[in-house]
């Protein structure tokens, strides 16, 4: 399984920024891809941005230009760079895997963080 940890979430102020960095740890061949969803009450779970390991990236219209997902293969760690954060920006935000498992090496198991809070408010 893998396990993963969130932090860096927190309140900050519109126009502010925050790092939310996500570890990866637990039994696994590989993880192909990483990234971040959010949800925000009464709305559905969203991509925000994902990066497999060899760089490719997605990202969501609304944070182009204002998030960076960055990945450090090393560390099997994930970072999102979050700057000009506006309040539509609040939610909870996922950290999420896509892992290569021994007893299966298809990249196609997929696992969650238990989440961070962002919150944009002034």
């Known amino acids: 399984q893998v396990q993963l940890v969130e932090s860096g979430g927190g309140l900050v102020q519109p126009g502010g920024s925050l790092r939310l960095s996500c570890a990866a740890s637990?039994?696994?061949?590989?993880?192909?891809?990483m990234g971040w969803y959010r949800q925000a009450p009464g709305k559905q779970r969203e991509l925000v941005a994902s990066?497999?390991?060899?760089?490719?990236?997605n990202y969501a219209d609304a944070v182009k230009g204002r998030f960076t997902i960055s990945r450090d293969n090393a560390k099997n760690t994930v970072y999102l760079q979050m700057n000009s954060l506006e309040p539509e920006d609040t939610a909870v935000y996922y950290c999420n895997a896509v892992a290569a498992m021994a007893w299966d090496p298809t990249p196609a198991h997929i696992y969650w963080g238990q989440g961070t809070q962002v919150t944009v408010s002034s």
């Open positions: 990066m497999t390991s060899s760089g490719s990236t």
């Open positions: 637990g039994s696994f061949l590989s993880i192909d891809r």
